[in-house]
């Protein structure tokens, strides 16, 4: 009996670690940064699409800061567009997904989600706070946002369904 007790807790400890190792892994995804977008040969700046944008700092619904671009789209009349990446991804990426919509939008808004890319917020949450991290910043945004669309994937998708 002694031994299928010790099995017992020996088993129970380690699930408790992996789900433990698992929940960390989420929400410590791995970030993409200035770096990680040299080495991909991903655009680091608005200037190499041959784009302007305005670097600028987003405050996110916690008050931490989080680095993005707001770019001047080609359709003055076009909509506010915000994208948002998956996990794991950031805002160098998305500067690839913007030149696709750039001929539609007036503006262009890309920015890291929280506890991803060069986000000063330490963890992801997987969209909880990331909802309202979005929410905020449509609030705060300098542009009159009453056009505005989401172009988004992945986690990004989960983000802007909750906002929505």
Known sequence: MGLFVLLLAATGLILLLGVGALVHALRHPPRQTFAVALGRSYPTDPTDLGKTGQAITFTLSDQTTTPGWILPGDD???????????????????????????????????????????????????????TQDLLHLIDHLPLDTQDLVLVCYSMGAGVALAAG
């Open 76 to 130: 003055a009349a076009g909509p506010v567009v915000i994208l948002l990446h998956g996990y794991g991804d950031g805002r160098y990426s998305l500067l690839l997904q913007a030149q696709h919509v750039l001929p539609f939008a007036s503006h262009v808004v890309v920015y890291d989600q929280r506890g991803q890319g060069e986000s000063q917020a330490p963890t992801s949450t997987g969209s909880l706070i990331e």
